[in-house]
């Protein structure tokens, strides 16, 4: 499977994890309003946890992290382009910070480590802009413009 197909099968996956997740919380809202509304309300739990783990990461999450350290080549190729899509889904941050730390373990190839190297240098480009943007609200010394 090629890198561009499966960039565009992480993002097809979170927004179908983003969909079901999305259904979980439409029928919470309406489910003691009767038994069927209840039952709609169970069945998108349902489908939503029985979906999420082969829809976060491709080939499935659990074991993702054994194949990845094992060497597995789709597996570490999913894994690099999970990083570089960062995909925004239930519990995707976390997977991120751990496919991360896996990935530096991981025997990658050179383009591979070099794609994982500009996600880590953009990841601390973000965290130093972030940093200095909390810095300058809490700096008292620093006035509001007028408006």
């Not at 941050?93 to 794609?115: T, V």
Request: contains cysteine.
């Amino acid at each position: 499977m090629d890198s561009d197909r499966i960039r565009q099968t992480i993002r097809d996956n979170a927004a179908e994890i983003v969909r079901l997740h999305t259904r979980i919380h439409e029928t919470y809202a309406l489910r003691r309003l009767s038994p069927e509304k209840w039952s709609e309300w169970e069945y998108a739990c349902a489908e939503f946890h029985g979906r999420i783990d082969s829809l976060g990461f491709p080939g499935g999450f659990e074991g993702a992290f054994e194949r990845i350290l094992a060497g597995d080549p789709t597996a570490m190729e999913a894994a690099v382009c999970f990083l570089e899509v960062r995909p925004y889904f239930f519990r995707s941050g976390y997977m991120f910070k751990d496919i991360l730390r896996k990935c530096k373990r991981a025997p990658l190839s050179r383009e591979q480590s070099a794609r994982r190297e500009a996600v880590m240098a953009g990841l601390a480009e973000w965290r130093r802009r972030k940093n200095s943007k909390a810095e300058v609200r809490t700096d008292p010394g620093i006035s509001r413009p007028q408006v």
